[in-house]
């Protein structure tokens, strides 16, 4: 069988954790090049996947032309590495927030239509077990219409997680341009629009950095939205949270509640107004502490094999920064941003 040549851009936490793994335990994929400034990171995986490593995405680019290409990197880079590599011809796994701008994530979808590669974006929350089967308990309609919701997601911050530590790039501006918002602050609002099938009409932000020293990017936000649908709600993404680590989704629906990520043992918990009580064990939800698989890679790779385009696709990925970049603007203006 002919295996899809990968290359991963970017060796930290991520890359180490979730993607590589993932590519290594898929019989599809046969990793070709591995890039990071830090040499070392690249050429250890190098030599246990026995591929190149690289110091330069570019050079990697030129030299190796990899069929599919995961972008690992820090924020300010998933656009350009993303476009640099679908113009190479690569099909591209991004990470989230798929880009710093609108105008960057337009251009990303623009370069792999343009180059005919698929664009996926690491939006890895709809793919947990608790995900997949609220979406299928929404659908069934047994709760009826969603009225309000709260979804947080919040830890003790990145610099637990990341390869650098306290000397990360998360902790940079310039590099990370967001912070809890960019790095939690997405996976809800995409799970949100995901879950509801509905987009989101309107954001106020709260956005600040109100523990983390030496940086000024934002550590906790609360955002209020408004969904097309009418659904009110919350999200909520922190850096510190250093007890209590949460990534729980709540819907308060005509007919009852679905409780997400909630409980210790079971992952939904559904209470209806009849006093029925449903609990689904159905898998855990990934936390930084313990990681589950994705299913992102495996995803990435069936899209490629099948010629099927990613759910989880650019477009997609744009709509649920559209919200982040909202948020931001409500803070910086005071004001109630519609999209
Ligand atoms: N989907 C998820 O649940 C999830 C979880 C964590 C992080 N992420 C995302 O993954 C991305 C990477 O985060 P991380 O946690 O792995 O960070 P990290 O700090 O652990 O690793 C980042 C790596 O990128 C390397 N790098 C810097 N500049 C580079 C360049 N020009 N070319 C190649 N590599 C470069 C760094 O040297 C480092 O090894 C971020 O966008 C982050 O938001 C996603």
Redesign the pocket.
């Known amino acids: 069988m002919k295996k899809i040549k990968v290359a991963v ?7 180490q954790r979730r993607h590589i793994p993932e590519y290594a335990a898929n019989p599809n994929v046969e990793f070709v090049a591995f ?4 040499i070392e ?1 690249a050429e250890e995986l190098a030599a246990k996947y026995n591929a190149k490593a690289f110091t330069s ?1 570019e050079a990697m680019l030129s030299e190796i032309k990899p069929e599919a290409v995961s972008v ?4 300010y ?2 656009a350009p590495v993303t476009i640099a590599a679908a113009n190479a011809g690569a099909h591209v796994l991004v ?2 927030p798929m880009a710093s701008t609108d105008e960057e994530a337009a251009a990303m979808i623009e370069a792999a239509s343009k180059n005919g590669v698929y664009l996926m974006v ?1 939006h ?1 929350q709809r793919l947990m077990p608790p995900h997949v089967k609220a979406k299928q308990l929404l659908q069934s309609g047994a709760l009826g219409r969603v009225l309000t919701f709260r979804t947080s997601f919040g830890h003790p911050g990145p610099e637990g ?4 530590g306290k000397g ?3 902790f940079r501006k310039e590099e990370a341009i967001m912070g809890a918002m960019g ?1 939690l602050g997405v ?1 809800k609002s995409d799970l949100i629009r995901y879950l509801l099938d509905d987009e989101v009409a309107q954001v106020t932000g709260y956005i600040g950095t109100l523990d983390k020293e030496g940086t000024d990017v934002d550590d906790n936000a609360t955002c209020l939205l408004r969904m097309k649908s009418g659904a009110i709600g919350t999200l909520v993404a922190s850096w510190t949270y250093y007890k209590g680590e949460d990534n729980s989704t709540v819907f308060w629906c005509e007919n009852g509640v679905m409780k997400i990520g909630t409980d210790p043992k079971d992952q939904i918990i559904v209470e209806l107004r009849n006093g029925t009580v449903e609990r689904y064990n159905v898998g855990a939800i990934s936390t930084n502490d313990k990681q589950e698989t994705s299913g992102v890679v495996d995803a990435f790779i069936e899209s490629l094999l099948t010629n099927t385009k990613p759910s989880i696709s650019g477009e997609e990925g744009r709509k649920s920064l559209a919200v982040i970049l909202a948020a931001f603007e409500s803070q910086a203006t005071g004001r109630v941003i519609s999209l």
């Not at 690992?72 to 924020?75: A, H």
């Not at 997680?161 to 650098?164: A, E, I, N, Q, T």
Request: proline share 6%.
């Open positions: 851009v970017g060796c930290g936490a991520i890359a890039v990071d400034p830090v990171r995405y690992c990197t820090p924020n880079l998933h990470e989230k690491g890895n997680w990341s390869v650098d990360s790039w998360f790095d996976h």
